[in-house]
């Protein structure tokens, strides 16, 4: 079969949930299931494996202390960047993505599928006042908008179950006030940028094959132009 490559722009589909609420394995089986189709795919991720994104890995997983205070006790107490100044890396790790590999490969035809992107700052970088939102929009004002972002929305006693299951280590936001905050913020952002830009929400409950399903009605319907054969979607995964 001829490839699809060139014919068109290529399209950037993007993932957003917490932490276990399926974003790693749905976005890894609709870059399969389209390359059956013979669409050219890029599966992808924030943070990235660029210069930033390393740095936000180590950060992220409490492996980059940038200083150390007395506790009250009298030991040591590790001290991690603000949230302002995580936000501030994950927006330059983001331009960096964009520039060197998510715009290239749309304009280049192919389907770039990301795993988190900027509504996973918002949500994680907001804290307690939504009023944070705008300055966190305003850094990630140069970022193109997602042709489509699907919203994974698994309640937190679900993630928080599926994460433990398959992870060795805690991350930086994985204390149990810090994440339901972060899922009110989720919650906030989505219905927000719903009314502006194209934005499904699917619940991510379910198992897999049930949340995939789901996904794949939605880009059927979202890109028609992508499947002109619908039976496509009656075939076998």
Not at 162 to 180: A, G, M, V
Request: proline share 5%; with cysteine; aromatic share 10%.
């Amino acid at each position: 079969m001829k490839s699809k490559k060139n014919e068109r722009r290529g399209k950037f589909i993007v993932f957003e949930g917490l932490d276990g609420s399926g974003t790693t394995t749905q976005s890894k089986l609709l870059g399969q299931y389209l390359e059956k189709q013979n669409w050219p795919v890029l599966n992808t991720s924030e943070p990235t494996q660029g210069p930033m994104g390393l740095i936000l890995r180590l950060l992220l997983t409490n492996r980059l202390i940038f200083n150390s205070r007395p506790s009250e006790q009298g030991n040591q107490e590790l001290e991690i960047l603000s949230n302002s100044s995580i936000a501030l890396l994950f927006a330059a790790d983001r331009l960096d993505h964009i520039q060197h590999t998510i715009l290239p490969k749309i304009q280049d035809g192919v389907i770039v599928i990301c795993e988190r992107y900027y509504f996973s700052s918002y949500a994680y970088q907001m804290g307690k006042d939504s009023k944070n939102l705008k300055w966190l929009q305003t850094i990630n004002s140069r970022c193109i908008q997602p042709d489509l972002t699907i919203y994974l929305n698994t309640s937190l006693a679900v993630c928080n179950k599926r994460r433990f299951t398959n992870r060795w280590y805690q991350d930086l936001y994985e204390k149990p006030e810090i994440l339901e905050q972060v899922a009110r913020n989720y919650e906030h952002v989505v219905q927000r940028m719903k009314k502006t830009m194209p934005v499904e929400i699917v619940d991510g409950t379910p198992n897999e094959k049930v949340v995939f399903e789901n996904i794949i009605q939605i880009i059927q319907q979202r890109f028609p132009e992508m499947f002109p054969n619908s039976s496509l979607f009656s075939e076998n995964q």
